[in-house]
């Protein structure tokens, strides 16, 4: 039998679990907040890693990567999918999560 795949972290895998008051007074990433990340410029990687940083910084738990008008950077393109990547991974190694956010 093949094992199960473990939990998505968007699912709130905790839930299921006794309450625990280590938990409540120590959050992991999925219950501490996730904003709405606004794309609207030409992207820049070094930019775009050093705000993850500051998300961070201000106890974001992860944040939703949201196109909007006036992005200059070809969306779905070669180099956006890499940028999303690069964001993705930068988040996975600061124990973040990182959803793109499309319409």
């Known amino acids: 039998m093949k094992p199960a795949p473990p939990p998505n972290p968007l699912t709130y895998p905790q839930a299921l679990t006794p309450f625990s008051y280590e938990l409540f007074k120590k959050p992991t990433a999925e219950y501490h907040g996730c904003p709405l990340w606004a794309w609207n410029t030409e992207l820049d990687k070094d930019a775009l890693i050093r705000q993850i940083g500051y998300l961070e910084l201000m106890g974001f738990g992860g944040f939703h ?7 200059d950077t070809k969306y779905m393109g070669k180099e956006f999918m890499h940028i999303v990547k690069t ?11 990182a959803c793109l956010y499309v319409e």
């Not at 990567?65 to 006036?70: A, D, K, L, P, Q």
């Not at 964001?87 to 999560?97: I, N, P, T």
């Open 87 to 97: 964001c993705v991974d930068v988040a996975e190694q600061k124990g973040m999560m």
């Open 65 to 71: 990567m949201h196109v909007r008008t006036g992005l």
